[in-house]
Each structure stands twice: as structure tokens, then as C-alpha cells.
T-cell receptor, first 113, second 112 residues
């Protein structure tokens, strides 16, 4: 079956703009988590959605938000972009039960100029 | 806070050599995974191993949950094994969640 699909793969935005990233999980998976990867901070957890509800949240400012739709697809939004938001954003798909294996998409590489 | 430490941070091998990567974690483990990040950034699943030992071809992994560490063994390394290896775990701190905490990674370079 198809893996985790993230779109777009690459994105260039200007400071102050907002951006929306999309993630379609593996069919049947109901949990979607988002991670940010930067050279300085490594891989950091942003938030997790399960059944359209945010189940957990990392230590990121309120400019970072997300949502999940009834078909389990998830979007994350970053408003008022800053240069420091330049990163690889990775989405993980799990079957919904806790502590189960996570599968990652190819990521969206965001560059803020 | 919860910590995941990986060692060594960097490793250079000749093709055909064996290696052991280590992951220490500071909390009781519910989920432990090993990933290989490819040059395009995608995290490729190697093992889901909260405890015990698993093998997949030239790779194997062992997690000793009571002592809070996991090991990834790579035998007969190939140049295609190059890249960054991450361990990530989900501990009991988080309750009902799939939140993973990642180590800082081991950068492996296999030379021909």
C-alpha cells in the first residue's frame, strides 16, 4: 500500500508570509505527527493528531498549528514566517494506538528568505 | 528532561567492516525505533524494537529496556549504508501518545 505522502516537497517563502504543509498518512492509520529538523536543534516533535484531535504538543510557539481531517489527512500551518523556521518538516503516520511503529514521509523542505 | 544519547557521533569505516551504534535513553521505554536518513531527508525504518533482538539481513538491533540502551549492528558495511542513523523512543512520560524523542544521530561514512 502507499506510504506517507507529503506535499509540497520544496517551498520557498518570504519572512512574514504563512505556509501550509500537507500530509496523507498510510491508509488505515489514524495518527499523524509532525516533526521539525534543523541542523542546530535536530529532530523535534511539533504535535500529534488522532481522530481529528490534537493528542500531544511540543514546545513550539503558537505560530505553528495543525489540524486533521476526517480522512486522517493532516495539515500544518506556520504563520508569520521567520528565517529560523527554515527546516525539513517531517510527517509520521501510525496506526493510532499508542507506542506503535511510526512511518515517515519524504518531508517538505521549507526555506524562508 | 528526557534524554536520548547516541554514540559515536561520527564513524568512518572501510567497506566490509562491522560497526556498533549505541543509543542510551533516560526513561522507561515503550517504543524504540532505529532509522536511517537517506540523502533526500526521508527517515527509513530499520527496526521497531522496544525490547529484545531483531535481525534484518546485515543489520540487527538489540534493546535492553531494563538497562535503558539499544544497539544497532551493521555487518559487512557497504557504501550505501552511509548516512545518518537515528534512534528514537517513546517513553512512559508522555501517556497516551506516539511522540518520539530523537537522538542526535550517528553520521556514518563507508569508504570504498
Amino acid at each position: 500500500k502507499a506510504g506517507v505522502t507529503q506535499t509540497p516537497r520544496y517551498l520557498i517563502k518570504t519572512r512574514g508570509q504563512q505556509v501550509t504543509l500537507s500530509c496523507s498518512p498510510i491508509s488505515g492509520h489514524r495518527s499523524v505527527s509532525w516533526y521539525q529538523q534543523t541542523p542546530g536543534q535536530g529532530l523535534q516533535f511539533l504535535f500529534e493528531y488522532f481522530s481529528e484531535t490534537q493528542r500531544n504538543k511540543g514546545n513550539f510557539p503558537g505560530r505553528f498549528s495543525g489540524r486533521q481531517f476526517s480522512n486522517s489527512r493532516s495539515e500544518m500551518n506556520v504563520s508569520t514566517l521567520e528565517l529560523g523556521d527554515s527546516a525539513l518538516y517531517l510527517c509520521a503516520s501510525s496506526d493510532g494506538q499508542v507506542n506503535t511503529e511510526a512511518f515517515f514521509g519524504q518531508g517538505t523542505r521549507l526555506t524562508v528568505v | 528532561g528526557i534524554q536520548v544519547e547516541q554514540s559515536p557521533p561520527d564513524l568512518i569505516l572501510q567497506e566490509g567492516a562491522n560497526s556498533t551504534l549505541r543509543c542510551n535513553f533516560s526513561d522507561s521505554v515503550n517504543n524504540l525505533q532505529w532509522f536511517h536518513q537517506n540523502p533526500w531527508g526521508q527517515l527509513i525504518n530499520l527496526f521497531y524494537i522496544p525490547s529484545g533482538t531483531k535481525q534484518n539481513g546485515r543489520l540487527s538491533a538489540t534493546t535492553v529496556a531494563t538497562e535503558r540502551y539499544s544497539l544497532l549492528y551493521i555487518s559487512s558495511s557497504q557504501t550505501t549504508d552511509s548516512g545518518v542513523y537515528f534512534c528514537a523512543y517513546c517513553g512512559r512520560y508522555g501517556g497516551a501518545t506516539n511522540k518520539l524523542i530523537f537522538g542526535t544521530g550517528t553520521l556514518l561514512a563507508v569508504q570504498p
